[in-house]
Antibody
Framework: EAQLVESGGGFVKPGGSLRLSCAAS????????MSWVRQAPGKGLEWVGR??????????DYAAPVKGRISISRDDSKNTLYLQMNSLKSEDTGVYYC???????????WGQGTLVRVSS | QSALTQPPSASGSPGQSVTISCTGT?????????VSWYQHHPGKAPKLMIF???QRPSGVSNRFSGSKSGNTASLTVSGLQADDEADYYC???????????FGGGTKLTVL
């Protein structure tokens, strides 16, 4: 059974940086396309970005609101996904989920999320 | 990147059926058969309920079904149960430049 466990959330001041991690198990991580999705307080789910498997080029795509401020990476030797967030804004506050793509454009597995709070 | 349109709320009594709509455009819902639905109980991990418009993952009850007509996808929950009370989100692929678009979410209440 797939398991995704996020960590690294916390309080940060506007303009600060944070790196989130997602430890994966129960599936072949190196073959997986992975994504980050967030949910602001009282709001819906919002896609943040994704990273392809190394065999698919290991390239990334980002949502417009975060492009230029975030970077998604992976360490297949550690079965771990990362989200580096810079120049954080108050509107980046929310729960951040990592998600594992299925064989098409859908998210087969999700973590329980880690909370990021950006406030002065 | 515009969110897909879902009704903010839906409700039904135990045993009844309820349908949640997800309206997009020909650039997302109408253009691809890559609509998926997720159940989200607050504080828990979202759960995949339907993928590729109408396919159900192993382990998901057959009380959940999906369909699509034109630019609108739908999730139907039949035989409502108390545990179905949750937020439901649709998602559609919208092309290589905008691969993931979520709906705004629908809060399903079981009366």
């Amino acid at each position: 059974e797939a398991q995704l466990v996020e960590s690294g959330g916390g309080f940060v001041k506007p303009g600060g940086s944070l790196r989130l991690s997602c430890a994966a198990s129960g599936f072949t991580f190196r073959r997986a396309w992975m994504s980050w999705v967030r949910q602001a307080p009282g709001k819906g789910l919002e896609w943040v970005g994704r990273i392809r498997s190394q065999s698919a080029g290991g390239t990334t795509d980002y949502a417009a609101p975060v492009k230029g401020r975030i970077s998604i990476s992976r360490d297949d030797s550690k079965n771990t996904l990362y989200l580096q967030m810079n120049s954080l804004k108050s509107e980046d506050t929310g729960v951040y989920y990592c998600a594992h793509y299925g064989d098409a454009e859908y998210f087969q597995d999700w973590g329980q999320g880690t909370l990021v709070r950006v406030s002065s | 990147q515009s969110a897909l349109t879902q009704p903010p709320s839906a409700s039904g009594s135990p045993g009844q059926s309820v349908t949640i709509s997800c309206t997009g455009t020909s650039s997302d819902v109408g253009g691809y058969n890559f609509v998926s639905w997720y159940q989200h109980h607050p504080g828990k991990a979202p759960k995949l309920m339907i993928f590729k418009v109408s396919q159900r993952p192993s382990g998901v009850s057959n009380r959940f079904s999906g369909s699509k007509s034109g630019n609108t996808a739908s999730l139907t929950v039949s035989g409502l149960q108390a545990d179905d009370e949750a937020d439901y989100y649709c998602l559609s692929y919208a092309g290589s430049n905008n691969p993931v678009v979520f709906g705004g979410g629908t809060k399903l209440t079981v009366l």
